[in-house]
């Protein structure tokens, strides 16, 4: 079974520093992991998303995600925050290969960014 | 480019009755999955619907069901409500056989229970 985790349930940073969240996970087959990134009171946007291809992934708004296959993370980073980066982040995982695949969501990580 | 439109936005219920959620999906898609997002949570899959069937479900009872129309359009039906239910319905459609890892997702309808 797939699942992930989200280290951080809440992380601050200040405008223009970087930020890193976290996200390890755990799957008996190679996995598809994603990013999305949730607005107050909206649904769920996907930033990006590893398919294995390159291990390196670059999303929208400046953010990337790198796989570590050997740590098993895939974590999220913006060299430099901006105001309206100021939202809930979830790491997720697919379930399976099938076109029927459910994705496993993490608990979220929820972004502040100070002045 | 249509994107996912769920309805309603927001609704209130009274415990044990019944309610049904609606989801259009994206145009083109033929694949709709439903989540139930608690508060301060994650989403949890709940099940999916491809060609009007059932296509794999998640860790949630029998009172939580589901259609899918011809137009692809969805809906959820949760009967004998409970407070637990209290939640953000999200609703992603795909296109099966295409790029099957990329969901959309509408803004949701946000259900309390009292």
């Known amino acids: 079974a797939q699942s992930v985790t989200q280290l951080g349930s809440h992380v601050s940073v200040s405008e223009g520093a970087l930020v890193l969240l976290r996200c390890n996970y755990s799957?008996?087959?190679?996995?598809?992991l994603f990013w999305y990134v949730q607005y107050p009171n909206q649904g769920l946007q996907l930033l990006l998303k590893y398919t294995s291809a390159a291990t390196l992934v670059k999303g929208i708004n400046g953010f990337e995600a790198e796989f570590k296959k050997s740590e098993t993370s895939f974590h999220l980073t913006k060299p430099s925050a901006h105001m309206s980066d100021a939202a809930e982040y979830f790491c997720a995982v697919s379930s399976g290969y099938s076109s029927a695949s459910k994705i496993i969501f993490g608990s979220g990580t929820r972004l502040s960014i100070r002045p | 480019e249509t994107g996912v439109t769920q309805s309603p936005t927001h609704l209130i219920k009274t415990r044990g009755q019944q309610v049904t959620l609606r989801c259009s999906s994206q145009s083109g898609h033929n694949t709709v999955s439903w989540y139930q997002q608690a508060l301060g949570q994650g989403p949890q899959f709940i099940f999916q619907y491809y060609r009007e069937e059932e296509n794999g479900r998640g860790n949630f009872p029998p009172r939580f069901s589901g259609l899918q129309f011809p137009n692809y359009s969805s809906e959820l039906n949760v009967n004998a409500l409970e407070l637990d239910d209290s939640a953000l319905y999200l609703c992603?459609?795909?296109?099966?056989?295409?790029?099957?890892?990329?969901?959309?997702f509408g803004p949701g309808t946000r259900l309390t229970v009292t």
């Open positions: 992603a459609s795909s296109l099966i056989a295409s790029d099957p890892y990329e969901q959309y």
């Open positions: 799957s008996s087959v190679p996995p598809y």
